[in-house]
């Protein structure tokens, strides 16, 4: 009976230090896939919105592990400067609102070329105009890791910043990876050649 109690108490201890290794595993890594290769995604350029002016093109090859978005970046002339831009978008429909991160590698053709990252929620129609919520990021000409904070995402309207929004996790609706004219060293070439390849997956996590 004795010898009973110690292998029921034996199996008891493993199956609890089994359960707590799997606790703490999900509580340091509790990634989740924000979007894949196989999403949706589509192609916008200046000339989808401004036809008689766009001159901006782009292109997106998917392979097996990463997403290739090029193209030239037009400068048109505008209100306040230079403008013109091109995106690669996908829809999402998650809750991130556990989430303090969006984590994804990329290379880029020049290291100074900038881009950015926007998400929309469920606030994107608004009367004045698209309401977005954007991060900028460099990376380099080799695999680069990212990660941005998801409380750093700024609201914006046509460009321009806005102060009364703030991003809802809750209802992500989609993400873009963007080129803009506008947040370029204002040396860079015209038309400005640039190729961003993502990496298979973009994640939401945790882990600093």
């Known amino acids: 009976m004795r010898k ?3 292998i029921v108490s034996i199996l008891l201890c493993l199956i609890n230090s089994s ?3 799997a606790q703490v595993s999900h509580f340091e890594d509790p990634r ?3 979007s894949t290769v196989e999403a949706d995604w589509s192609i916008k350029t200046d000339k989808t919105e401004r036809p ?7 292109t997106l090859l998917k392979t097996e592990d990463e997403l290739q978005f090029q193209g030239e970046l037009a400068a048109i002339e505008g209100n306040e400067g230079l403008v013109g831009f ?3 978008e996908a829809p999402v429909s998650l809750d991130l609102s556990e989430y303090q991160y969006i984590e994804f590698y990329a290379k880029s053709k020049d290291p100074r ?3 950015t990252l926007t998400l929309k929620d469920e606030q994107a129609q608004q009367d004045a105009g698209t309401l977005t919520f954007e991060q900028e990021f460099v990376v380099g000409t080799e695999w680069t890791k ?3 904070p998801l409380s750093h995402f ?3 309207i046509r460009g321009r910043v806005v102060d009364r929004f703030q991003l809802d996790l809750g209802q992500v609706r989609s993400l873009s990876f963007q080129i803009n004219r506008s947040k370029q060293e204002a040396d860079s070439p015209i038309p400005l050649e640039f190729a961003l390849d993502v990496g298979s997956e973009v994640l939401v996590t945790n882990q600093d």
């Open 32 to 34: 989740l896939t924000l």
């Open 146 to 148: 990212v990660k941005l």
């Open 19 to 21: 359960l707590a290794s």
């Open 113 to 115: 070329v900038v881009y």
């Open 4 to 6: 009973k109690l110690v």
């Open 52 to 58: 008689s002016v766009g001159a901006s093109v782009a």
């Open 154 to 156: 700024q609201a914006r």
């Open 86 to 88: 091109a995106f690669i």
